[in-house]
């Protein structure tokens, strides 16, 4: 039975992957319908949710490569190297060297993290608001100054990202850049901002230029070298993976900050190779949604969008995260183990045995692909509240995506600035709090 529910996990979670910019919130948003199933036995519900999420963590790579798009918002740094090789007709080779350190890491760090699970709680206390502060600083500088693009336009990237992420309410509840509507006092949802950045430019320019790959090389030989590959570079590869296990466990980090950390780092020791730009990110990739579990599940606090869903899905099944009675649930912990890795090693060999023949898609006439991603990205970002909203936000990131591709300005900077805003600007006023700076305010 334990068996049956993390294929079914795995099944619905790489079927979400594989749509762009869905990603593991969508997933599990639309996956309350199977809350009822697991009531009777709450451990399989956790089985189901962490293979979910462990399959839309390694299925997100498809369309990153393939498409240029990001599969979600963690993948948006396999985009820089992964789509040129795509492009360049090594697209199987790219795609197997990135499921398989996704995969490897991914078990490798997984076990460690779940393993250490109980005792990160004291670890975690030494990181206050100012090292988290920095840390994603950090990593804004790194998007900006290791991307390949104008440091200019890099950093108007940046200011970009900076002010849409200030669109909502602060923390007194004044209303920002909402111009009078209750729908933008949320903010705007990362979802709608990643298709309107990255998917909407990218099929648009494929509906316009119908580009051709004339040397496919979709073959199992490819996905035997991009193992290979992986090997090759599996020093960045592991480096990633311990980047992503150790960012994602610190709460008030985003997870995309430790994709870039990683790119960043297989960039400087690697920096012509496009195959250690690919394996770098991705070694972090499931590292460190894995490790994104340590403060949802330790202290209550959710990381990332998707932990956010987790809390209440768990709470639903009558375990409440951050708990001291959670804390000693010894069942509770090796079922989120084995769901996590059992998920990520049975999404690792689909990925890779369907590496060559979805790399076919490339052959398809672009204009007819096009659109049904394009109508697939509506549908998902329809999903967030189900009003017309959605899909005028999604045309106003889209006006945006559009003219940061004409322009050249660097969108994985607009991307991870939009992103890290809330929680920089929520670390700056705290440790304004803490260290009596109340001058900067």
């Given at each position: 039975?334990?068996?049956?529910?993390?294929?079914?996990?795995?099944?619905?979670?790489?079927?979400?992957?594989?749509?762009?910019?869905?990603?593991?919130?969508?997933?599990?948003?639309?996956?309350?319908?199977?809350?009822?199933?697991?009531?009777?036995?709450?451990?399989?519900?956790?089985?189901?949710?962490?293979?979910?999420?462990?399959?839309?963590?390694?299925?997100?790579?498809?369309?990153?490569?393939?498409?240029?798009?990001?599969?979600?918002?963690?993948?948006?740094?396999?985009?820089?190297?992964?789509?040129?090789?795509?492009?360049?007709?090594?697209?199987?080779?790219?795609?197997?060297?990135?499921?398989?350190?996704?995969?490897?890491?991914?078990?490798?760090?997984?076990?460690?993290?779940?393993?250490?699970?109980?005792?990160?709680?004291?670890?975690?206390?030494?990181?206050?608001?100012?090292?988290?502060?920095?840390?994603?600083?950090?990593?804004?500088?790194?998007?900006?100054?290791?991307?390949?693009?104008?440091?200019?336009?890099?950093?108007?990237?940046?200011?970009?990202?900076?002010?849409?992420?200030?669109?909502?309410?602060?923390?007194?509840?004044?209303?920002?850049?909402?111009?009078?509507?209750?729908?933008?006092?949320?903010?705007?949802?990362?979802?709608i901002f990643v298709?309107?950045?990255?998917?909407?430019?990218?099929?648009?320019?494929?509906?316009?230029?119908?580009?051709?790959?004339?040397?496919?090389?979709?073959?199992?030989?490819?996905?035997?070298?991009?193992?290979?590959?992986?090997?090759?570079?599996?020093?960045?590869?592991?480096?990633?993976?311990?980047?992503?296990?150790?960012?994602?466990?610190?709460?008030?980090?985003?997870?995309?900050?430790?994709?870039?950390?990683?790119?960043?780092?297989?960039?400087?020791?690697?920096?012509?190779?496009?195959?250690?730009?690919?394996?770098?990110?991705?070694?972090?990739?499931?590292?460190?949604?894995?490790?994104?579990?340590?403060?949802?599940?330790?202290?209550?606090?959710?990381?990332?969008?998707?932990?956010?869903?987790?809390?209440?899905?768990?709470?639903?099944?009558?375990?409440?995260?951050?708990?001291?009675?959670?804390?000693?649930?010894?069942?509770f912990f090796d079922?989120?183990?084995?769901?996590?890795?059992?998920?990520?090693?049975?999404?690792?060999?689909?990925?890779?045995?369907?590496?060559?023949?979805?790399?076919?898609?490339?052959?398809?006439?672009p204009r007819i692909?096009?659109?049904?991603?394009?109508?697939?990205?509506?549908?998902?970002?329809?999903?967030?509240?189900?009003?017309?909203?959605?899909?005028?936000?999604?045309?106003?990131?889209?006006?945006?995506?559009?003219?940061?591709?004409?322009?050249?300005?660097?969108?994985?900077?607009?991307?991870?600035?939009?992103?890290?805003?809330?929680?920089?600007?929520?670390?700056?006023?705290?440790?304004?709090?803490?260290?009596?700076?109340?001058?900067?305010?």
């Open positions: 039975m334990e068996l049956f529910v993390i294929l079914a996990g795995v099944l619905y979670g790489l079927l979400f992957g594989v749509i762009p910019t869905a990603g593991p919130t969508t997933a599990l948003l639309i996956s309350y319908i199977f809350l009822p199933y697991f009531y009777s036995d709450p451990y399989l519900g956790v089985l189901f949710y962490t293979a979910l999420v462990a399959a839309c963590t390694t299925g997100d790579t498809w369309s990153s490569i393939l498409l240029g798009i990001p599969g979600s918002s963690s993948s948006a740094a396999t985009v820089v190297d992964g789509y040129p090789m795509a492009r360049s007709g090594r697209a199987t080779l790219a795609l197997s060297s990135a499921f398989t350190s996704s995969t490897i890491c991914g078990i490798i760090y997984g076990s460690l993290v779940f393993f250490f699970m109980p005792y990160y709680a004291q670890l975690l206390l030494v990181f206050g608001p100012l090292e988290l502060l920095l840390l994603n600083v950090f990593a804004l500088s790194c998007v900006v100054f290791l991307v390949k693009e104008n440091k200019i336009l890099g950093l108007i990237g940046v200011c970009l990202g900076l002010l849409f992420g200030y669109v909502g309410v602060d923390e007194n509840y004044a209303e920002r850049l909402t111009f009078g509507y209750t729908y933008f006092e949320s903010g705007i949802a990362v979802s298709s309107g950045l990255f998917a909407v430019p990218e099929l648009v320019s494929l509906f316009i230029k119908q580009p051709k790959v004339e040397n496919l090389n979709a073959n199992f030989r490819h996905v035997i070298l991009g193992i290979k590959s992986w090997y090759k570079y599996r020093k960045v590869a592991l480096t990633g993976g311990l980047i992503g296990s150790f960012v994602g466990a610190l709460p008030g980090v985003h997870g995309i900050v430790a994709d870039w950390l990683s790119y960043g780092r297989a960039k400087r020791s690697h920096p012509h190779s496009r195959v250690a730009g690919v394996v770098g990110p991705e070694g972090a990739n499931n590292a460190v949604h894995a490790a994104s579990f340590v403060p949802t599940v330790v202290f209550g606090i959710p990381g990332t969008p998707f932990a956010a869903v987790i809390l209440s899905l768990f709470f639903m099944l009558h375990f409440e995260l951050g708990s001291i009675d959670i804390q000693f649930d010894g069942k079922t989120m183990a084995i769901g996590y890795i059992g998920g990520t090693i049975l999404v690792g060999l689909f990925c890779l045995f369907l590496s060559v023949p979805i790399t076919w898609i490339l052959k398809v006439p692909y096009s659109v049904v991603i394009f109508v697939l990205i509506c549908w998902s970002c329809y999903q967030v509240t189900n009003t017309k909203f959605d899909l005028i936000a999604l045309a106003i990131c889209s006006t945006l995506g559009l003219l940061a591709k004409t322009f050249s300005i660097n969108r994985p900077a607009i991307l991870l600035a939009f992103i890290l805003f809330p929680k920089i600007e929520a670390l700056t006023f705290q440790t304004i709090g803490i260290y009596n700076l109340n001058f900067l305010n």
